[in-house]
């Protein structure tokens, strides 16, 4: 079993700034990815911002230069610092990971709710 939890999204204004964070914990072999994804209303989940085991960081163009991804191996963590917050980036945003149980497989987060006000 692998389970993700995730924490820190809320309501803040545009310019304002959130951290997401998202907790991996099981009987897990090895990390290959971890991600964040969103999906707004009437829109398809979207690729936020991934982090491979490698080190190699993959951004969606919308929120280059605002969002840092970023991972703590020893916590099986994976953070998403959100900058300069505008009003399209209100999504639910998910965590995805894909890990090394029995077999490969990815998993989601249950996500989290972003709201940015104008």
């Known amino acids: 079993q692998v389970q993700l939890v995730e924490s820190g999204g809320g309501l803040v204004q545009a310019g304002g700034s959130l951290r997401l964070s998202c907790a991996v914990s099981?009987?897990?072999?090895?990390?290959?990815?971890m991600g964040w994804y969103r999906q707004a209303p009437g829109k398809q989940r979207e690729l936020v911002a991934r982090?491979?085991?490698?080190?190699?960081?993959n951004y969606a163009d919308s929120v280059k230069g605002r969002f840092t991804i970023s991972m703590d191996n020893a916590k099986n963590t994976v953070y998403l610092q959100m900058n300069t917050l505008q009003p399209e980036d209100t999504a639910i945003y998910y965590c995805?990971?894909?890990?090394?149980?029995?077999?490969?497989?990815?998993?989601w987060g249950q996500g989290t709710q972003v709201t940015v006000s104008s």
């Open positions: 995805n990971v894909v890990v090394t149980t029995t077999a490969v497989n990815d998993y």
């Open positions: 099981g009987s897990i072999f090895r990390i290959h990815a």
């Open positions: 982090c491979l085991s490698g080190g190699t960081t």
